[in-house]
């Protein structure tokens, strides 16, 4: 049975830092291209970023592009974000994914999903 399971949510102020962490069991993350996705209340959801399997290329979308860091430590077979200056917008439930295959994440294609981490930026 597949399982991802996200933790290090939290409530920090602005310009804080929060490292997420996406546990994987049931499937060997390296052989999957996974992703960091994000819902903040009464919006969509949307792509944060994106690692591939063995070449662990990633993709980053604009909304971190330059604050979040997506890794990848396949000896815990576990993938994180580390985000820093973090702003109120990004107060959101922030889901990781995975999928067969591909090198890139669209939310549509992702075939497993955690049930997210709450990050709660506010003064």
């Known amino acids: 049975q597949v399982q991802l399971v996200e933790s290090g949510g939290g409530f920090v102020q602005p310009g804080g830092s929060l490292r997420l962490s996406c546990a994987a069991s049931g499937l060997t993350l390296e052989d999957y291209v996974i992703g960091w996705f994000r819902q903040a209340p009464g919006k969509e959801r949307e792509g944060v970023a994106c690692?591939?399997?063995?070449?662990?290329?990633?993709i980053y979308e604009d909304n971190g592009k330059g604050r979040f860091t997506v890794f990848r430590d396949d000896t815990m077979n576990a993938m994180y974000l580390q985000m820093h200056s973090l702003k109120p917008e990004d107060t959101a439930v922030y889901s990781c994914?995975?999928?067969?295959?591909?090198?890139?994440?669209?939310?549509?294609?992702?075939?497993?999903w955690g049930k997210g981490t709450l990050v709660t930026v506010s003064s």
């Open positions: 994914a995975a999928r067969l295959g591909g090198s890139d994440c669209p939310a549509r294609a992702m075939d497993y």
């Open positions: 690692i591939s399997g063995k070449d662990q290329r990633t």
